[in-house]
């Protein structure tokens, strides 16, 4: 007999949030929550969290995996709640991936963790954490964040190409987590980068962000719209682009994503 992953009442008194929407399986929490964005009475922050996602979606055509004891949730917010106008929407995606950086570090203290540009979290050289961030256009204002965080779930379970690049907590720690406590952790970070964010700007998280990057140094292919760029990465910028050296010189990548590291 399995038990509840979650405990639906302290994440409801959870501060960072307004309403939560739980199943027990669900396709796609972030489709769900595409779904409820058409709608005009929202409290938001809205979480949508499932014990089981069937048909998770990644970036691009990808699909995200989602074993038992793997936490999958999407964040229904309204930016200007946050003070996010659409100009930081780019760099909302950083603030994202660093912030749960910092709650895994808190966490698992000393836990070998990093960003890879734009905001995919890595935990000793292997994908940790997958971020989707999504602006139904319809409701301006109004973006989703999708976060798929290997937890409990192995991947010794894996399909083996997603087995090759990944990690899960329960596989570095060599112990299994209260997902709850997990959850609730990064709720907090979240919150806390993305008041910062839209109160300051994305200027006191460049240091950090960058102290994160795991990409410094490394020769990496970047798709960005219709180009592929190599180079050597030299870290972000302050606007948070991807600055690359390249055989023409230094050039700074608004958006796209790493195809391959060398
Ligand atoms: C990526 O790395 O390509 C992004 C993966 C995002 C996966 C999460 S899991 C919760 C939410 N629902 C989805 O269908 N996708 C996101």
Redesign the pocket.
């Known amino acids: 007999m399995s038990s509840a992953p979650f405990d639906i009442a302290r994440i409801r008194s959870s501060p960072s949030i307004a309403e939560i929407e739980h199943h027990a399986q669900i396709g796609?929490?972030?489709?769900r929550a595409l779904e409820l964005a058409r709608q005009d009475e929202l409290n938001l922050p809205l979480l949508i969290l499932a014990d089981q996602?069937t048909?998770?979606?990644?970036?691009?055509s990808?699909q995200?995996w989602?074993a038992t004891g793997s936490l999958?949730?999407?964040l229904l917010i309204d930016s200007q709640q946050f003070g996010i106008g659409s100009p930081k929407w780019p760099v909302l995606s950083l603030s994202t991936g660093l912030a749960i950086c910092e709650a895994l570090e808190q966490i698992a203290p000393g836990g070998d963790f990093g960003v890879k540009w734009p905001n995919?979290v890595y935990c000793a050289g292997r994908?940790i954490c997958?971020?989707?961030i999504e602006s139904p256009s319809a409701w301006r204002g109004r973006v989703i964040v999708?976060?798929?965080l290997n937890v409990n779930n192995s991947l010794t379970s894996a399909p083996p190409d997603v087995q090759a690049l990944a990690t899960s907590l329960i596989d570095y720690l060599e112990r299994p987590l209260d997902m709850t406590g997990v959850l609730l952790n990064l709720l907090a970070a979240l919150q806390l980068r993305w008041r910062e964010l839209g109160a300051v700007g994305f200027e006191p998280q460049v240091a950090d962000f960058r102290r994160r990057c795991i990409l410094d140094g490394r020769t990496i292919r970047v798709s960005s719209g219709p180009r592929l760029i190599t180079g050597r990465c030299l870290g972000i910028d302050d606007q948070g682009s991807l600055v690359l050296q390249t055989e023409r010189g230094r050039e700074e990548i608004a958006s796209g994503s790493v195809v391959s590291i060398q």
């Not at 796609?28 to 489709?31: A, L, N, R």
């Not at 048909?55 to 691009?60: D, F």
């Open positions: 796609s929490t972030s489709d996602q048909g998770g979606r990644g970036r691009g990808n995200w989602a999958t949730f999407s995919d994908k997958g971020i989707l999708g976060i798929g």
